[in-house]
T-cell receptor, first 117, second 114 residues
Framework: GAVVSQHPSWVICKSGTSVKIECRSLDFQATTMFWYRQFPKQSLMLMAT?????????EQGVEKDKFLINHASLTLSTLTVTSAHPEDSSFYIC?????????????FGPGTRLTVL | AQSVAQPEDQVNVAEGNPLTVKCTYSVSGNPYLFWYVQYPNRGLQFLLK??????LVKGSYGFEAEFNKSQTSFHLKKPSALVSDSALYFC????????????FGTGTQLKVEL
């Protein structure tokens, strides 16, 4: 149980194009999903928290207009990197939160490798 | 604010020897502590967590960790390392009332050699 998928697993795009990454909780409903970014050999940096049916909450320094997050249902959240540039190349990981009584446990997707040429 | 420190960028250990990966944390209130493992180009795999209860937590693949409140530590241990344990290990903390946000340490690369 508690499986989270991401699609695509990797994507290469040209500079200036937009890329959409999907995050799905396959066997549970996730009221909260999280998007992280990871640079090579570095830790995960939280980009934003999305709650189903409401606007995402972005961490300080993350451009809302560049990283569009939509959490349209309890099992799907999407991250769209708009007008991508080479500096947006990174490993993007989502997680989905499942209520476990008094805390919310996060289950992580396998990640999406984005390369912008 | 909450933070996690993993003081070692890399830990080397011989197969069959015990391993320890260190983690200390800072959080206001009661901490929830987690260990995850990451293999190259993969997402995070959950190893174990401390929420409440016994300070010694047992997790997947023979790993365990001990919550030490006085030292604010949550070190990951395994009695006998395997080459297949070689990976990147992350410690993370969240707290009650913290919006379920996880704060990760910088990661420790574990290398187990024959």
């Amino acid at each position: 149980g508690a499986v989270v998928s991401q699609h695509p697993s990797w994507v290469i795009c040209k500079s200036g194009t937009s890329v959409k990454i999907e995050c799905r909780s396959l066997d549970f409903q996730a009221t909260t999903m999280f998007w992280y970014r990871q640079f090579p050999k570095q830790s995960l940096m939280l980009m934003a928290t999305s709650n189903e049916g409401s606007k995402a909450t972005y961490e300080q320094g993350v451009e809302k207009d560049k990283f569009l997050i939509n959490h349209a249902s309890l099992t799907l959240s999407t991250l769209t990197v708009t007008s991508a540039h080479p500096e947006d190349s990174s490993f993007y990981i989502c997680s989905a939160g499942e209520e476990r009584g008094y805390y919310n446990e996060q289950f992580f997707g396998p990640g999406t490798r984005l390369t912008v040429l | 604010a909450q933070s996690v420190a993993q003081p070692e960028d890399q830990v080397n250990v011989a197969e069959g020897n015990p391993l320890t990966v260190k983690c200390t944390y800072s959080v206001s209130g009661n901490p929830y502590l987690f260990w995850y493992v990451q293999y190259p180009n993969r997402g995070l795999q959950f190893l174990l967590k401390y929420i409440t209860g016994d300070n010694l937590v047992k997790g997947s693949y023979g790993f365990e960790a001990e919550f030490n409140k006085s030292q604010t530590s949550f070190h990951l241990k395994k009695p006998s390392a395997l080459v297949s344990d070689s990976a990147l290990y992350f410690c993370a903390v969240s707290r009650t009332g913290g919006g379920n946000k996880l704060t990760f340490g910088t990661g420790t690369q574990l290398k187990v050699e024959l």
